[in-house]
T-cell receptor
């Protein structure tokens, strides 16, 4: 079955530690995205990538980093510079084209202790 | 003013009711539009794309009004399982990074 996987589902981190969230897709999509969602709020774009070896900052990129070495993978690192990292992190991908619907992974819930 | 605005609700309706949500957008150059459904503590899932001519999928009908810059979602004969948050998404272009999500409208369908 094609889809997007994210791991881990739950992640706990101590302040001052970097942590990397995994996102893999086998949909053969060119574009991939990372969003952050806080309770009762909408999705905010952190980073996106339209093609391998290229990525762009979204609206809230400070304190985060990404890489896109393979088409299938788009890991997100939450660095110690991110002031308020506790949130629900969602990865998505899209094929592009006129409508460019995005499809989401199940998310990673990060808690900083 | 936010680029995409939705009435947060909550909308509390009885089973069998018809309920409608609106979503307004500020960028007149917006090109494509979607409704997503998000269950509590889950990822958003695509419900429907919204076409200029309007489109229907079973009990769900989506409409686009470009002149007034809003899209709507109508749910007929509401089911308990329709309880969720409905997110409106507006694309300013076909390239990645051009999507803006609304904050969502919460629907609770009660027996």
């Amino acid at each position: 079955d094609g889809g997007i996987t994210q791991s881990p589902k739950y992640l706990f981190r101590k302040e001052g530690q970097n942590v990397t969230l995994s996102c893999e897709q086998n949909l053969n999509h060119d574009a991939m995205y990372w969003y952050r969602q806080d309770p009762g709020q909408g999705l905010r774009l952190i980073y996106y990538s339209q093609i391998v070896n290229d990525f762009q900052k979204g609206d809230i990129a400070e304190g985060y980093s990404v890489s896109r070495e393979k088409k299938e993978s788009f890991p997100l690192t939450v660095t110690s510079a991110q002031k308020n990292p506790t949130a629900f992190y969602l990865c998505a991908s899209s094929a592009g084209g006129d409508y460019n619907e995005q499809f989401f992974g199940p998310g990673t819930r990060l808690t900083v202790l | 003013r936010k680029e995409v605005e939705q009435d947060p609700g909550p909308f509390n309706v009885p089973e069998g009711a018809t309920v409608a949500f609106n979503c307004t957008y500020s960028n007149s150059a917006s090109q494509s539009f979607f409704w997503y459904r998000q269950d509590c503590r889950k990822e958003p899932k695509l419900l429907m794309s919204v076409y200029s001519s309007g489109n229907e999928d079973g009990r769900f009908t989506a409409q686009l009004n470009r002149a007034s810059q809003y899209i709507s979602l109508l749910i007929r004969d509401s089911k308990l399982s329709d309880s969720a948050t409905y997110l409106c998404v507006v694309n300013r272009g076909t390239n990645a990074g051009k999507s803006t999500f609304g904050d969502g409208t919460t629907l609770t369908v009660k027996p």
